[in-house]
T-cell receptor, first 113, second 115 residues
Framework: ETGVTQSPTHLIKTRGQQVTLRCSSQSGHNTVSWYQQALGQGPQFIFQYYREEENGRGNFPPRFSGLQFPNYSSELNVNALELDDSALYLC????????????FGSGTRLTVV | AQSVTQLGSHVSVSEGALVLLRCNYSSSVPPYLFWYVQYPNQGLQLLLKYTTGATLVKGINGFEAEFKKSETSFHLTKPSAHMSDAAEYFCAVSPLKGSSYKLIFGSGTRLLVRP
């Protein structure tokens, strides 16, 4: 039990649709990051939110967007889904007490058909 | 730009044998370094991390790693492999300072443990 909950665990969407993935933590945190892990690859940084504002972004198009809420939950939204968006999406949190490193959730497996 | 190279996409060892998973990084300054493990259909679990201080870092499940600045390496070892160690292992780096603590991952090494 990591203390980071992601929902749903699996979902299937059709190309062109929109999807919202959710992440929540049992404990308070001020930094949440999202990663995309394609099959057989390492996770790739999508973006990061610090105190509800985006403060870092990887090489992902604007159709990937996010939100961080005051209650420590977070969302990843993807518009106009493409087949290549099929992947495991991981949420990771960090508190100010952690010198470095993140605690990851178990991920959401997204399949785009 | 920082990058991570993990040599060997698959490593196979016998139960009880030494485990050695290799990681080299590219960075203009010494970064924070991490090893994560991923079991099938699960997220990432932190094995160990190096930030500052002692270069030999001990982690969970008997794993350890040594930061060698001159070789820009952070190899993961375990003296005796268990069947339960079979998983995917990822080496990662992040900036030493800055507001964006993003992790840059290697492509992973799948560890197979033979009975």
């Amino acid at each position: 039990e990591t203390g980071v909950t992601q929902s749903p665990t699996h979902l299937i969407k059709t190309r062109g649709q929109q999807v919202t993935l959710r992440c929540s933590s049992q404990s308070g945190h001020n930094t949440v990051s999202w990663y995309q892990q394609a099959l057989g690859q390492g996770p790739q940084f999508i973006f990061q939110y610090y105190r509800e504002e985006e403060n870092g972004r990887g090489n992902f198009p604007p159709r990937f967007s996010g939100l961080q809420f005051p209650n420590y939950s977070s969302e990843l939204n993807v518009n106009a889904l493409e087949l290549d968006d099929s992947a495991l999406y991981l949420c990771a949190i960090k508190t100010e007490l952690q010198e470095a490193g993140y605690t990851f959730g178990s991920g959401t497996r997204l399949t785009v058909v | 730009a920082q990058s991570v190279t993990q040599l060997g996409s698959h490593v196979s060892v016998s139960e009880g044998a030494l485990v050695l998973l290799r990681c080299n990084y590219s960075s203009s300054v010494p970064p924070y370094l991490f090893w994560y493990v991923q079991y099938p259909n699960q997220g990432l679990q932190l094995l160990l991390k190096y930030t500052t201080g002692a270069t030999l870092v001990k982690g969970i499940n008997g794993f350890e790693a040594e930061f060698k600045k001159s070789e820009t390496s952070f190899h993961l070892t375990k003296p005796s492999a268990h069947m339960s160690d079979a998983a995917e292992y990822f080496c990662a780096v992040s900036p030493l300072k800055g507001s964006s603590y993003k992790l840059i991952f290697g492509s992973g090494t799948r560890l197979l443990v033979r009975p």
